[in-house]
């Protein structure tokens, strides 16, 4: 599979089109890709950090062309060619678009659209920390080849440190241009399950009324309303799933306990190598008052099944068994995994997060005392 650009965007939920998009002009996309002769190609645009199909075709002698392509404001679009073989990302603005791309060496040039010009300047001063990452990530792979525990834990914590930089880059960014879609399009999917809930709200209360148009906007809307109900201080939404045996769990049965909710799924590097941590807090803290409830967010239950006994997990996990369609995703606005809350006795939220060691140094401070 090749990427022409880094793809900044989660997986989470589809949505329809809205009003805006059913009235807006229609606009063509042209195309040339040298290298590439012939595929079948889809033109996909992101809604809810899911890939909406929005026409395909077929390329002939490396042309195609899109006609009545709806763009009501500039937004992010993907040319998915022969099923992933080769992608193409680029932000359109409401006009023509030709985009010339060549498959050999990576090269991208889209005209009409000045929003990609600002896409692309963004790309290219983001490209410090993910070079600085991807540098680290070898270093990583090298430590864990050689056993080498005590390097593999300084450069988790250097690794840290890089992404706290570039998250700082991008928000300064978000805030410095209230006006850009490009601002509005990280905000939604680069910070908005990075960073604290007041820090969100600024920048999205920021925005220039001129992005409302988006629906970047109103996703955004969306989130921090949802988010709003989620923070610290709140009451932890209730909700019942099954178990493997399909017995019906509810999070308010658990109450009187220290729970930490943990949304996680057996298809997710990040989300077993916590389960390791997790069973250390687990065994640490398990007749202290405490317990974990495990959301997997699974569409196969034999494979989560064989998680559950390779990870040997013996604290609560249910699943709905409807993968990212799960209805727990949306009540609490989870749209990273792992994620976690942190919840006192009374059900209440103390810490919301994608970081295990946070919530593993409340219940540090908590239960040691």
Same mark, same amino acid.
């Given at each position: 599979m090749k990427y022409l650009t880094i793809i900044f965007f989660s997986l989470l939920i589809l949505a329809s089109c809205n009003n805006s998009e059913k009235n807006?002009?229609?606009?063509?996309?042209?195309? %040339?890709?040298?290298?590439?002769?012939e595929g079948n190609v889809v033109l996909k645009k992101i809604r809810k950090g899911k890939l909406l199909p929005v026409d395909s075709l077929k390329m002939k002698k490396s042309k195609f062309k899109f006609k009545h392509v709806k763009i009501p404001s500039p937004e992010m679009f993907l040319l998915d060619i022969d099923n992933g073989n080769y992608i193409i990302q680029f932000f359109a603005d409401p006009a023509d678009i030709q985009v010339n791309a060549d498959f050999n060496?990576?090269?991208?040039? &889209?005209?009409?659209? #000045?929003?990609? /010009? #600002?896409? !692309?300047?963004?790309? #290219?001063?983001? @490209?410090? %920390?993910?070079?600085?990452?991807? /540098?680290?990530? @070898?270093?990583?792979?090298?430590?864990?080849? @050689? %056993?080498?525990?005590?390097?593999?834990?300084?450069?988790?914590?250097?690794?840290? @440190?890089v992404v706290s930089e570039q998250i700082d880059f991008i928000k300064k960014y978000a805030y410095e241009n209230n006006k850009s879609f490009v601002s509005l399009y990280l905000t939604l999917y680069n910070l908005a399950d990075y960073i604290d809930f007041n820090e969100l709200n600024k920048i999205y209360e920021h925005f220039n009324d001129t992005l409302k148009i988006s629906p970047y906007f109103k996703e955004l809307k969306d989130i921090i309303n949802i988010k709003k109900k989620t923070q610290a201080g709140m009451q932890a939404p209730d909700f019942s799933l099954p178990d493997?045996?399909?017995?019906l769990i509810s999070l308010s049965s658990l109450q009187g306990?220290? &729970?930490?909710?943990?949304?996680?799924?057996?298809?997710?590097?990040?989300c077993r190598a916590d389960n390791r941590v997790l069973k250390k807090i687990y065994e640490k803290y398990k007749n202290r008052d405490f317990e974990i409830y495990q959301?997997?967010? #699974?569409?196969?239950?034999?494979?989560?099944?064989?998680?559950?006994?390779?990870?040997?997990?013996?604290?609560?996990? &249910?699943?709905?068994?409807?993968?990212?369609?799960?209805? &727990?995703?949306?009540?609490?606005? !989870?749209?990273?995994?792992?994620y976690y809350f942190l919840l006192n006795k009374n059900g209440i939220i103390v810490y919301s997060g994608n970081n295990i060691k946070n919530p593993e140094k409340i219940l540090n401070e908590i239960l040691s005392e």
């Open positions: 807006a002009k229609d606009y063509t996309i042209n195309a %040339y890709i040298t290298g590439y002769f060496n990576g090269t991208l040039e &889209v005209q009409g659209s #000045e929003t990609q /010009k #600002e896409f !692309v300047s963004f790309t #290219e001063n983001n @490209n410090i %920390y993910e070079n600085k990452l991807q /540098k680290i990530n @070898n270093q990583r792979n090298l430590a864990y080849s @050689n %056993y080498d525990t005590l390097l593999l834990k300084s450069l988790d914590s250097t690794y840290d @440190n493997t045996s399909g017995t306990k220290y &729970v930490l909710l943990n949304f996680s799924a057996s298809w997710s590097g990040y959301i997997s967010i #699974e569409q196969s239950k034999k494979q989560w099944q064989n998680v559950i006994k390779a990870d040997k997990i013996n604290w609560i996990t &249910v699943s709905s068994l409807k993968g990212l369609d799960c209805d &727990v995703l949306k009540l609490y606005g !989870v749209r990273k995994l792992p």
